[in-house]
């Protein structure tokens, strides 16, 4: 048993030195040394090899040294293994002092200064209150929080906005795209802290630059692809936009001569905001490493759930497969996954573990949500667009079971595996499960038609037909009650 660091060969050595002291019996090795490959299960990286598993048949865990992933390509790592991005007191210290420091230089017109400087002007400029200056932050993840709770500490009236509803104490947060232009209407200074997805890439153009107030400012410190250089110069020259400052830019460096170089209205660092500090990275990769033996939940795990699919919007939001969300923002705020119950290769004792697991992350999840907020739990009996995925015996009634405590419904795909293409009529009859709602289609009509049906319980159809009748349920071409 052994781990591969590859990243910085100067951070590496640090990190060999620090295992050496907290983990002498765990062998260490940095890229490309790597010993035997079949001995490594854990890899610490900023890019994983390609196929890693291909390389080391018997990797456990990749570890990003990084805060974010979107420099993995998760498509070469299998989903059996867990990627685990970098919580790390480090990383968040740094951010919060790097945008900090940018949100002061802004605020105290120091770019003003520089320029009078130039001149050699020495003139006093309007200083406007803190509590008159608006900062809102793109991405309410763990850095986004942090730089907001500090600058809160000045007096800034602070902001936030996220895809997904947030609640953080004394912060006015946003959800969603239909509170966006509200939060960028409120903004004088923005900072972007997002993860860079199909649907974050380009975000900061003209189109939202024009959402700010006139003379607003920017603080990119996400990734280089947010960001379109050429509206930012624009908004820049036409005064819609007073300064920027960028630790990120796309590609990196900028090349020599790019306008953005020289303009007097832009700061340009070379990605400095935050880096992983050895010390305090390598105690929490320690710490993910007894979780992992120990089959807790490791911090930072990213959720890998990429199979189930639909080609509606709201279908298309339930999956994680990135092909089906690109250009149209899903999935949607009031979606969210758990993990797969993948029984062939985890890190679980036996099948009893990981049902137990899928039963706690629902009910987490749940209880993170608030039990009011939550309508139905979505699953498939069988997974199949992203491989097929079976859970072990149990799981689906482990999963009926708990929906039912949890007052939710539970509604079961089984577009794929009904009318016996898995042995019984339906799938859940294999377990005895009996869903709220069913969906079905393809074996419906063997594949001939273009149909597909919804099945549901009495108690739904006796809702929806006992209900208000002014209310519209859906377009369904007949709702029949079958005995």
Sequence with gaps: MALLYKADPARGRQWARLFAEKAPDLPFHIWPDHGDPAAIRYLVAWQPPEDPTRTFPNLEVVFSVGAGIDQFDLSGVPEHVPVVRMIEPGLVEGMVEYVTQAALTIHRNLFDYGLQQQQQVWRELPLKPAAQRRIGVLGLGVLGTAVLERLRLFGFACAGWSRSPR?????????????????????????????????????????????????????QTGRGAHLNQQDLLAALESGQLQNAILDVTDPEPLPAGHPLWTHPRVRITPHIASATRPDTAVEVVLDNLRRHRESLPMLGQVDRTRGYHGSSSMGAGLTALPAFHRNFDLPLPNQHHLPSPYAYRNHFADDAALIAASVAALQAKVAELGADNVAAFFCEPIRGSGGVIVPPVGWLKAMRESCRKLGILFVADEVITGFGRTGPLFACQGENVEPDLMTVAKGLTAGYAPMGAVLMSDEIYEGIADGDAEAIVGHATRIRRIR
Excluded: M, Q, W
Excluded at 185 to 208: F, H, K, N, W
């Design 167 to 219: 609640e953080i104490a004394g912060l006015d947060c946003y959800a969603g795209e239909a509170s966006l232009d509200a939060f960028l209407a409120r903004t004088d200074i923005l900072v972007c802290l997002l993860p860079l997805t199909p649907a974050t890439r380009g975000l900061l153009d003209a189109r939202l630059f024009a959402k700010l107030p006139r003379g607003a400012s920017l603080i």
